[in-house]
């Protein structure tokens, strides 16, 4: 899939940036032995206080208290899976996000090196907007509540001793509620580009529903413009 679309723009490798991806880990590990792959791991109160800032990931969920609950419980159950593959492959680099701010090109110096790549001083230069959920670290601070903080700690404690498998349930039930299945969902807004002649791809991302839609809605009008044979 991915190999296809970077031919197409003439990129000679690609990247994917999700955590969708580290769920099936150690499955993408076979599946490309070349590959390598860097896991940021964050802190439990940051990165939940950052995720229930942000309403499009909380899938619709109104209460707020089990937004965190559930919040701490994927950050347990993605950090799991992070570190039993550093463990096992040396193919998997963890980077604590608090180390990239603080200490940038440190940091950077130590992923190129784990990717073969050699230094270059470019890759300091921020060619793109922060993706903050906050505008200052006192705005970030002022998030959570102390009780929530509290809970937070707690609930990723608990986290932590329960078998993966058990963490992950909740996971598969959100999947099989969308209907992709382990799937981002990025993937399914190419699907005019897998249909299609890749070269001719203008970029334009669709939703297979739509896509589909207009299929039928195409196929309808052809039906009933033709007339019925004697």
């Known amino acids: 899939v991915m190999d296809r679309f970077a031919e197409a723009g003439g990129a000679a490798a690609w990247v994917e940036k999700s955590d969708v991806q580290a769920k099936p880990l150690q499955k993408v590990l076979r599946a490309y032995p070349d590959a390598r792959f860097v896991g940021i791991v964050r802190g439990v109160v940051a990165n939940t206080a950052s995720t ?16 965190l609950i559930r919040t701490a419980l994927a950050w347990a159950y993605v950090n799991k899976i992070l570190r039993a593959a550093s463990r096992r492959s040396d193919r998997v680099m963890l980077v604590r996000y608090e180390d ?20 270059n001083a470019a890759v300091l230069n921020q060619s793109y907007a922060p993706q903050s959920t ?93 007339p019925p044979r004697s």
């Open 52 to 67: 229930i800032a942000n309403p499009n990931a909380l899938e619709g969920i109104r209460i707020r208290t089990w937004a």
């Open 100 to 119: 990239l701010r603080q200490d940038r090109e440190s940091t950077l110096r130590s992923i190129l090196d784990f990717l073969g790549l050699g230094w």
């Open 134 to 226: 906050f505008r200052s670290d006192a705005e970030r601070k002022k998030a959570l509540s102390r009780w929530e903080q509290r809970l937070v700690r707690s609930v990723a404690g608990i986290g932590q001793v329960l078998p993966r498998p058990v963490l992950g349930l909740g996971d598969g039930i959100r999947r099989l509620r969308r209907g992709h299945g382990s799937l981002p969902v990025w993937f399914f807004r190419l699907q005019p580009f897998f249909r299609d002649d890749p070269a001719q791809y203008d970029g334009t991302f669709g939703h297979p529903s739509s896509s589909r839609q207009k299929e039928g809605d195409s196929a309808r009008a052809q039906a009933s413009s033709t």
